[in-house]
T-cell receptor, first 112, second 113 residues
């Protein structure tokens, strides 16, 4: 049963520190998405990739967030420097083109 | 631009009662439509999807949804709700060109004993 995996599952850090979240998409999927979920804003699309190339990162604060896909089995989302307002659950999802998205379990980030 | 509206933020039903969650979408072409469910502390899981063909779609866990083009709706239904159905439900419309989906704000379902 193929699944999207995310690490770490929980992260507590102090303001100003760098945070890196990792995602392993399902093998064979060509599209990877990063979402952020908070009580106030709900589910927000931050960025997504097709065949490892970034298609849209307009939802991401460019000054502190960066997303990459070093290879087909790894997607990363980095925050530097982190701020308390970045506290949220970050989800990675993968899929094939316009079809169903398969979500990972999320990384719960707390920035103190 | 595509958009999704879920008019009900929170719905409470009794166990065994029927359920209907509303979803309205805006999209210029024939949409790809999805319903996802999120249990507390977990990621979203697909319940069902509509791409084309039969407008009544069957999903997992006894859920179904009906695509009504004239009403721009894709409402989710279940004839008899179980306590384990308590969760948040998201409707989404897929962009056939860009390959990304737009999600609604979600409807939280509470099930009373």
């Amino acid at each position: 049963d193929a699944r999207v995996t995310q690490t770490p599952r929980h992260k507590v850090t102090e303001m100003g520190q760098e945070v890196t979240m990792r995602c392993q998409p399902i093998l064979g999927h060509n599209t990877v998405f990063w979402y952020r979920q908070t009580m106030m804003q709900g589910l927000e699309l931050l960025a997504y990739f097709r065949n490892r190339a970034p298609l849209d990162d307009s939802g991401m604060p460019k000054d502190r967030f960066s997303a990459e896909m070093p290879d087909a089995t790894l997607a990363t989302l980095k925050i530097q420097p982190s701020e308390p307002r970045d506290s949220a659950v970050y989800f990675c999802a993968s899929g094939y083109s316009t079809d169903t998205q398969y979500f990972g379990p999320g990384t719960r980030l707390t920035v103190l | 631009a595509q958009s999704v509206t879920q008019p009900d933020i929170h719905i409470t039903v009794s166990e065994g009662a029927s359920l209907e969650l509303r979803c309205n979408y805006s999209y210029g072409a024939t949409p790809y439509l999805f319903w996802y469910v999120q249990s507390p502390g977990q990621g979203l899981q697909l319940l069902l999807k509509y791409f084309s063909g039969d407008t009544l779609v069957q999903g997992i866990k006894g859920f179904e949804a009906e695509f009504k083009r004239s009403q721009s709706s894709f409402n989710l239904r279940k004839p008899s709700v179980h306590w384990s159905d308590a969760a948040e439900y998201f409707c989404a419309v897929g962009n056939t060109n860009a390959g990304k989906s737009t999600f609604g704000d979600g409807t939280t379902l509470t099930v009373k004993p």
